[in-house]
Structures are given as C-alpha cells and as structure tokens.
C-alpha cells in the first residue's frame, strides 16, 4: 500500500532548472523524514538532499546553492528544485521516506520510490 512515486524528471540543458516531486500515499507522511537520493551510471548512490519531519534541510556539497528541498504534508509530496544543473547533475533520482520508531519496540520504516531519470545535456 506504501507508494512513493516521482515525477518531474526529464531533459534539461545545462544552467536550466527542473522541479522533482515525490508523491507519497499509505504513510503518515508529517512524521517521515524525507530525502531525495541519486545514482548516475557506473557510480554509487548518493544523498543529495535530505529534510526531517522538523523542517530542518541538509545537502550534499554539491548541490548547496543551487538545489532546494522542500515538503507539503497537507499535499503528501516532497519537491527538489534543481537550478544551476550541471552536467554532472544527470542522474536517476530517487526519493525516500525514512521514518525511526524509538519507542515502545523499535521498528524502522524505509522506502524508496522507483526514481526518475534526469538528463542535463545540450
């Protein structure tokens, strides 16, 4: 029942920008914490851009500047805007929801949408 699913990828040229969002249905999302991953091919997955249930943002070197995550939880959905792209920025990207019950008997929560391919090229 859980879905996370992207939208918004695409091709764009170099210094464009691009706005990626992530759907989410099947969890409480206010209290996930949420971040926006990417793989490009033949390299590891990496964290672009993460944001707690709190509001609080953090991301990778990177992209600081020119990217920014943000979250609707009356929407369900969580965006990264991508300004600036690069060459570098082409990518699968994927969103993840990721929430740490501590209390009672601990029991993590993690999933992951099937992503969605942006290409920066000209």
């Known amino acids: 029942q859980v879905q996370l699913v992207e939208s918004g990828g695409g091709l764009v040229q170099p210094g464009g920008s691009r706005r990626l969002s992530c759907a989410a249905s099947?969890?409480?999302?206010?209290?996930?914490?949420m971040s926006w991953y990417r793989q490009a091919p033949g390299k590891q997955r990496e964290l672009v851009a993460a944001?707690?249930?709190?509001?609080?943002?953090n991301y990778e070197d990177s992209v600081k500047g020119r990217f920014t995550i943000s979250r609707d939880n009356a929407m369900n959905t969580m965006y990264l805007q991508m300004n600036s792209l690069k060459f570098e920025d082409t990518a699968v990207y994927y969103c993840n929801a990721h929430y740490d019950r501590s209390y009672y008997r601990r029991r993590v929560y993690d999933y992951w949408g099937q992503g969605t391919q942006v290409t920066v090229s000209s």
């Open positions: 944001i707690t249930s709190d509001g609080s943002t």
């Open positions: 099947g969890i409480i999302f206010s209290v996930y914490d």
